[in-house]
């Protein structure tokens, strides 16, 4: 549990109805803010024949090359045509974290208000190719800082190249359980930067858009997709709440259960990728549509949530020695919050919330990487929505990313390759601003410096 | 054509110029092989070319089979002739040996030089990139 879900938990206690109703929305910064899930998964190098570097940035996932693009719209099946392949794959990742101010209270009842050593995540994964045609990713992660395993990201796809007046294009079929972790493109929030961070320090604001991890996990849905010539890329798709008891054995606490999702939510993605091997290009547009009901009762007031999003990357690949990306993407978000607002719970009927985000990167050998990252959540006020924890009523956070790391192995001679697979890292993330306010937002003198999370990490895959 | 210039070697030291020259033709065409390595291009702008291109699914290390096969010594190799690589049936059935020519006419399009073939590559335009990546490709040995 990263301190942004105990603050959120901690106002829950405090009192249940107005927090309640604060949880609904904060529950899409806890995941937004807390700890972002990691993936590099050397069983489809086994796979495919082919070097982490292939398909990654800096010869670790998941920041995705052209190749490895088109891996994951091909179903994860792509391989070298060699039998026996077994499509598993474990992960650890091990930390530290210092915030500058230690945290009025500890982050779960399992660490300390500052300076933790933690085991993060420890995840097994189902991925990669189960037949010429289905592949799956498939991650279930022990959380070392709460003590609790559950079901994680899970993506499984069918996907056939056909040819459509003279070009290849793939037919695809996504079933997932959070909406966007099906795209590849590393611009959308579940697969952006930065892609690892502390469970339990800060990483963002708590205020998040609903495409910003708020349904992550409590869902199933299902996309269709086409990528045409390797270039424009369209999706469609919708969610459906998995029931309370899913959730619980799926190891979700019943506490983050959203509610019910209106039958008409729909994601849509439109993207074109350039891809000139040395260089590429992607630019897009997406969406998420839904109306949820959180106390699960038919006919009662919903809450809309209406996301649009723009994005856009650029990576210079070269020879692979010198690599430079760019990623940046803008989410703006309609709420009717019409449940919110008949159980007194939000004092504006409806309301909006914006997120930017940018980020740049540069590898040297696919092994020493640096990545600058900038990002703004803006939204209108609301006094009773944001109330515990913001100052003004106000959403809006602000604040920067640096970090630093190291990838030894993961290339064409890399040592116990492709097993061995490792990052070790450095990373800062300080706050302008912070849940609505420079200083004191929290009405207890906590500034939103105080929040700056030094987080030291070390990830491997096998 | 490693056999072929070891036996052009032995030739050298045993028969006069014409005699050795007649050997020599009749070798190179035993062994199918246009005589290919005067690749007119710039071999380290190839090697970038191989870098860009080539190198996600191919190594030049010798045994070194990724998702392609290993490109050392493909010049004058017969097409899907590494037994540890599973080769689509269209290569397989192509009779090609790779040399200046085909490499060129394959790399430039390998879908229409080998109908059916396997290897997910559009194909490089650029003529001169082609010729410097095939003299890269000539100096793996």
Same mark, same amino acid.
């Not at chain 1, 056939?160 to 003279?166: A, P, S």
């Not at chain 1, 205020?207 to 708020?214: D, E, L, S």
């Not at chain 2, 290897?119 to 990139?129: E, I, Q, R, S």
């Given at each position: ?206 205020? $998040? /858009?609903?495409?910003? @991890?708020? !349904?992550?996990?409590?869902? *199933?849905? %299902? &996309?269709? #997709? ?119 719970? $939000? /004092?504006?009927?409806? @309301?909006? !919330?914006?997120?930017?985000? *940018?980020? %740049? &990167?540069? #590898? ?99 | ?141």
């Amino acid at each position: 549990m990263t301190n942004k879900q105990n603050s959120a938990l901690t106002g829950l206690c405090a009192g249940i109805a107005r927090r309640c109703a604060a949880l609904l929305l904060a529950s899409a910064g806890l995941f937004a803010g807390g700890m972002q899930s990691a993936h590099a998964l050397p069983s489809f190098a086994r796979q495919t024949g082919q070097d982490c570097a292939a398909c990654h940035v800096g010869a670790y996932g998941p920041q995705l090359t052209p190749m490895g693009v088109r891996f994951k719209i091909g179903g994860y099946t792509d391989t070298d045509g060699k039998d026996g392949k077994i499509p598993l794959s474990g992960m650890l990742v091990g930390a530290f974290t210092h915030t500058k101010k230690k945290q009025d209270e500890a982050p779960t009842v399992h660490t300390d208000r500052n300076n933790n050593t933690t085991l993060d995540e420890a995840s097994l994964f189902v991925a990669g190719r189960l037949a010429e045609n289905l592949g799956a990713f498939i991650q279930w992660t022990y959380d070392g800082t709460e003590h609790h395993s559950a079901l994680d990201h899970v993506d499984v796809r069918a996907a056939h190249t056909f040819d459509v007046g003279g070009k290849d294009t793939v037919f695809g079929i996504s079933v997932n359980n959070n909406p966007g972790v099906q795209d590849p493109f590393n611009t959308m929030p579940v697969w952006g930067f930065p892609y690892t961070s502390s469970a339990v320090g800060f990483g963002g604001g708590d205020a $998040a /858009t609903m495409i910003n @991890g708020g !349904l992550e996990h409590r869902v *199933i849905g %299902a &996309s269709a #997709y086409a990528f045409w010539d390797n270039s424009l890329y369209v999706e469609i798709g919708t969610y459906r709440a998995l029931s309370q008891a899913i959730q619980a054995d799926t190891g979700q606490h019943r506490s983050g259960d959203m509610g019910r999702l209106d039958g008409d939510t729909v994601y849509w993605r439109l993207a074109w990728m350039q891809d000139w091997k040395k260089q590429s290009f992607t630019a897009g547009v997406f969406g998420f549509d839904t109306a949820i009901q959180p106390d699960r009762l038919s006919g009662g007031p919903q809450n809309h949530y209406h996301d649009v999003g723009v994005d856009a990357s650029y990576q210079f690949l070269g020879t692979r020695t010198h690599v430079g990306t760019i990623y940046t993407s803008y989410i703006h978000e309609n709420q009717t919050r019409n449940d919110l607002f008949t159980k007194g719970e $939000a /004092t504006n009927r409806t @309301g909006h !919330l914006n997120e930017f985000r *940018i980020n %740049a &990167s540069y #590898y040297f050998d696919q092994t020493w990487g640096v990545t600058a990252g900038r990002f703004v959540t803006r939204g209108s006020r609301d006094t009773l929505l944001y109330a515990d924890g913001y100052a003004n009523g106000s959403p809006n956070t602000t604040g920067s990313i640096l970090q630093a790391d190291w990838t030894p192995f993961g290339k064409e001679d890399s040592w116990g390759a492709p097993w061995a697979n490792l990052r070790l890292g450095v990373q800062y993330t300080l706050f302008d601003k912070f849940n609505g306010a420079r200083h004191n937002y929290d009405g207890n003198g906590r500034d939103a410096k105080d929040n700056n999370t030094l987080f030291l990490f070390a990830w491997t895959s096998f | 054509m490693d056999l072929v210039l070891k036996a052009m070697s032995l030739m050298k030291r045993r028969t006069t110029a014409p005699v050795r020259l007649l050997y020599g033709l009749c070798l190179m065409t035993l062994a199918g092989v246009t005589v290919p390595a005067h690749a007119a291009g710039d071999s380290h702008r190839g090697e970038d070319v191989f870098a860009q291109e080539c190198a996600e699914c191919h190594s030049v290390r010798e045994g070194k089979n990724k998702k392609g096969p290993s490109l050392f010594a493909i010049v004058g190799r017969k097409a899907a002739s590494i037994g540890d690589v599973v080769y689509s049936d269209a290569l397989r059935q192509s009779g090609l040996t790779w040399n200046v020519a085909s490499l060129d006419s394959y790399i430039a399009a390998p879908r229409k030089a080998v109908p059916n073939g396997k290897m997910k590559y559009d194909g490089l335009g650029d003529a001169k990139a082609r010729e410097d990546l095939v003299a890269y490709l000539a100096t793996l040995h």
